[in-house]
T-cell receptor, first 111, second 116 residues
């Protein structure tokens, strides 16, 4: 089965609210993680990444948190906008260049 | 600065035909990856190639599927004798190097294969 999974398959938030998307991983040896955003009919788009020697990383309106103790990753989106509606995947890299992707969380922003 | 290019964007084949999917990596990138995505599912790794070499094909079916990344030209994912179960979106990604062993992969728009 998948080594990477998401707690919630769907998430609906009001425009302007903050969104939190969660991801659990099972391999403690994973040392690099990426969040991707995929809009309908398009390829995954890189959002933000984090290495295992960090527990937090911030980008523009997004923050990724890594809790290695419980093998949990989250993506926080501040002031969610309609354009944020998409499926969000976390990807886990164990070694080499192979990434394992979760099934994704569908985020819907309600205007 | 063009991103990863894939063509065709949509491909329709009848059972038993061959499908050829093309991927041109980002400029300067020499590492290419192919993934398959079924509706409402995540991306499944298929194969990782560098120029003229297959590095990891552990996710690719042993039969009917093959991939190449020649010295010149795009990477090709080839599916022979397609079956309905091959219908999916196929995404290509590229990365700059593996110096750090974990270089970010950038994805193309995908090819949506439909097998009738």
């Amino acid at each position: 089965g998948e080594s990477v999974g998401l707690h919630l398959p769907t998430l609906s938030v009001q425009e302007g609210d903050n969104s939190i998307i969660n991801c659990a991983y099972s391999n403690s040896a994973s040392d690099y993680f990426i969040w991707y955003k995929q809009e309908s009919g398009k390829g995954p788009q890189f959002i933000i990444d984090i290495r295992s020697n960090m527990d937090k990383r911030q980008g523009q309106r997004v923050t990724v948190l890594l809790n290695k103790t419980v093998k949990h990753l989250s993506l926080q989106i501040a002031a969610t906008q309609p354009g944020d509606s998409a499926v969000y995947f976390c990807a886990e890299n164990i070694s080499g260049n192979q990434f394992y992707f979760g099934t994704g969380t569908s985020l819907t922003v309600i205007p | 600065n063009a991103g990863v290019m894939q063509n065709p964007r949509h491909l329709v084949r009848r059972r038993g035909q061959e499908a050829r999917l093309r991927c041109s990596p980002m400029k300067g990138h020499s590492h290419v990856y192919w993934y398959r995505q079924l509706p409402e599912e995540g991306l499944k790794f298929m194969v990782y190639l560098q120029k003229e070499n297959i590095i990891d094909e552990s996710g690719m079916p042993k039969e009917r599927f093959s991939a190449e990344f020649p010295k010149e030209g795009p990477s090709i994912l080839r599916i022979q004798q397609v079956v309905r179960g091959d219908s999916a979106a196929y995404f290509c990604a590229s990365s700059l190097s593996t110096r750090t062993n974990t270089d970010t992969q950038y994805f193309g728009p995908g090819t949506r294969l439909t097998v009738l």
